[in-house]
């Protein structure tokens, strides 16, 4: 095997392997600068321990603007965006 075949085909395997790349769980101050940059309130976005694939923007009718934003950053990261709109709590007795 030549030498530029063998380096291509350590960049198709190295290519086929980052799609095997585990998500990271991002700190606090990483979403808050995210999310400050896309004009949401601390706490709006965040990520669950237990799914660290998941990036969730939890606002009330966020902004066509918020969305992308979001959505934007979350793929640069690997990560799939969950937007929560509204939330029922129930009743308390």
């Known amino acids: 095997m ?11 395997a190295a290519l ?14 990483e979403l808050a600068t995210v999310g400050r940059d896309c004009g949401l309130a601390l706490g709006e976005l965040f990520q669950d321990e237990s799914e660290k694939r998941l990036l969730f923007l939890f606002r009330i009718q966020p902004s066509a603007q918020q969305r992308s934003c979001v959505v934007r950053w979350a793929r640069k990261n690997r990560l799939k965006t969950v ?11």
């Open 2 to 12: 030549s030498r530029t075949q063998a380096n291509w085909v350590m960049a198709v």
């Open 16 to 29: 086929a392997l980052s799609g095997c790349v585990t998500a990271r769980l991002h700190s606090e101050e």
């Open 83 to 93: 937007i929560v709109e509204a939330a029922n709590f129930p009743e308390e007795s």
